[in-house]
Nanobody, 126 residues
Framework: QVQLVESGGDSAQVGGSLTLTCVASGTAYFRKSIAWFRRAPRKEREAVAAIYTDGGKTFYPDFETGRRLTISQNNAGDTVYLQMNNLKPEDTAMYYC??????????????????WGQGTLVAVSS
C-alpha cells in the first residue's frame, strides 16, 4: 500500500554533506509517519530521525545531539529528506526510510513501521 524509494547515498569525505531523499507513494494514512533508519556494519539498525508528515513535526533520538542530521519534507508531504552535515566515519551505513501510520507507540522502533524502502548507501571516508 505504500512504496518508498530512497536516493542520494554516495561516498563522501569526513566533514562533508549529503542529502538523502525518500519518495513516498500509496495510501496516505499509512505514511503519516516517516522515519530514517540506518544499519552500519556490525551494528543494529537504529532510527536517526522521524517526521509526522501531516504538519511536519520532527523527532530525533537522544543520541542525535548537535543535530548533524536533519529531517524535512516537501510541501506535499510525499518526499522526505535527510540532510547530513559534518559527516563522520561512523555515519557509514545503509540508510532506509520507513513509513507508518500516525499513532505509533514508539517512533524510533523499527517494528512500528510497515513499509520500507530498499535503502541507499552512505560511505564516509577520511
Amino acid at each position: 500500500q505504500v512504496q518508498l524509494v530512497e536516493s542520494g547515498g554516495d561516498s563522501a569525505q569526513v566533514g562533508g554533506s549529503l542529502t538523502l531523499t525518500c519518495v513516498a507513494s500509496g495510501t496516505a494514512y499509512f505514511r503519516k509517519s516517516i522515519a530514517w533508519f540506518r544499519r552500519a556494519p556490525r551494528k543494529e539498525r537504529e532510527a536517526v530521525a522521524a517526521i509526522y508528515t501531516d504538519g511536519g513535526k520532527t523527532f530525533y533520538p537522544d543520541f542525535e545531539t548537535g543535530r548533524r542530521l536533519t529531517i524535512s519534507q516537501n510541501n506535499a508531504g510525499d518526499t522526505v529528506y535527510l540532510q547530513m552535515n559534518n559527516l563522520k566515519p561512523e555515519d557509514t551505513a545503509m540508510y532506509y526510510c520507513a513509513a507508518g501510520s500516525w499513532n505509533l507507540r514508539d517512533r524510533f522502533a523499527a517494528s512500528e513501521y510497515e513499509a520500507w524502502g530498499q535503502g541507499t548507501l552512505v560511505a564516509v571516508s577520511s
